[in-house]
């Protein structure tokens, strides 16, 4: 009978454990989510999107030279055609100073327009150029900053007549790069197991290692002059402010291993978003420290590859073969 006892509280016991880590584990959904999916008038995938001077006209660009233009603030996008030699190009990266845009793409090509996108002019890039455009950031009239898939960093104030290169050397094949607005940049390695960071003035690339076993699949700045980053199994973890090595304790938003996290953005100082794989999509209003989850976005058959904020009431994510969301208001 005693032995009877002791089982049953055991039992007791343990069922009581199980039923307090999974209340521990599970994360609590937004009642309502400020996401719409849009479905774009194409099956491409969508790379990069961005506005004029006119927060109403936009532009999204893509595989197979996918080029669509918005002009009411992302509601509904139509295709145009640029009058290219091919239609493989990959168009990697846009951006806009006012109604002076750029783009870059694979294989290398660089485009240019200061007339809000009515034309655009293809420049020649020199066959020495290392590696293939991946990134472009208008700086203002005539300028901007170009990044190619191996880390070299150009620069032209002369709507790219001449460029200069910003670093002796270059970083080798990275998986990501990112850039702050004071024109920092920092690159995750193709394997993701270091990352390397920049600063206007540098030399050259600084190289770190990686501070766990998990492999880095992304990393970008904070409002708060930190770093952050996205490793596998759904970590994410801060830098010490102002410090590109060191790190605080890390987390996982969605409070298990098995998800892809993939981009991350702020809305306000303490407003965060996170996207990964499989319409995962986590947000925190207290810079972190907890989270909800977008349940309503899980429905969306894409990937969330990538997050954008142009202000707190304006913002996009990017997913999969031509769909993106729309941020409609705040999360509830």
Known sequence: ???????????????????????????QPLTDSPWKPIQLPTESNIQDLTFTSNPQHGWVVGSDAAILETNDGGKTWENRKLELDSSKYR???ISFAGDEGWIVGEPAILLHTKDAGKSWERIALSSKL?????????IGENSAEMTTDIGAIYATQDAGKNWKSLV????GVFRTINRSPEGKYVAVSAKGNFYSTWAPGQESWEPHNRNSSRRVSNMGFADDDRLWMLARGGQLQFSSPGATDKWEEEVFPAQKTNIGLLDLAYRTPGEVWVSGGSGDLLVSTDSGKTWLKDSNVEQVPSNLYKILF????????IGQRGIILKYQGEAA
Not at 130 to 138: C, E, N, S
Not at 168 to 171: L, Q
Not at 310 to 317: A, E, L, N
């Open 130 to 138: 290392p590696g293939i455009p991946a990134t472009i950031k208008a």
């Open 1 to 27: 009978m005693n032995l009877l006892k002791k089982i049953l509280r055991q039992a007791a016991t343990l069922l009581a454990i199980g039923i307090l880590c999974v209340s521990c584990s599970h994360i």
């Open 91 to 93: 168009f990697t990266s």
């Open 310 to 317: 142009f202000s707190p009431d304006r913002g996009f994510i």
């Open 168 to 171: 002796s050397g270059a970083v």
